[in-house]
C-alpha cells in the first residue's frame, strides 16, 4: 500500500503500551520520495489514498519552512551590507 501510494517503505515500529497503560498501535514508516522525510501512520490507517495524502501535506509543509529558512538565511547576508 504505500508503494502504491507513492511513499519508500522503511520499516515497521512495533506498538507499545505507554505510561497510562494503553496500547499504541504499530506505525507503518515510509519516506517521502520528494523530501526524504520519515512518516508514519497507524497500520489500521495505512493505504495508498491515505499514504498520497499524507505525504502531499508533509511536502507542503517542507516547502513552507524551506522557504522561511531560506529568507532568514539570505537575509542575514544583507544585514551588514
Known amino acids: ?3 502504491l501510494g507513492g ?3 522503511k ?3 512495533d506498538g507499545f ?3 497510562f497503560n494503553q496500547w499504541v498501535e504499530p506505525l507503518a514508516m515510509f519516506n517521502s520520495p520528494a523530501t526524504g522525510t520519515t512518516l ?5 490507517k495505512v493505504s495508498a489514498h491515505v499514504v498520497r495524502k499524507h ?7 517542507f516547502q513552507v519552512y524551506a522557504e522561511k529558512a531560506c529568507t532568514r538565511v539570505l537575509g542575514q547576508f544583507g544585514e551588514g551590507a
Open 55 to 61: 505525504i502531499a501535506k508533509s511536502d507542503e509543509q
Open 1 to 3: 500500500m504505500v508503494s
Open 7 to 9: 511513499g519508500v517503505w
Open 11 to 13: 520499516g515497521l515500529q
Open 40 to 44: 508514519a501512520l497507524p497500520i489500521s
Open 17 to 19: 503500551f505507554n505510561k
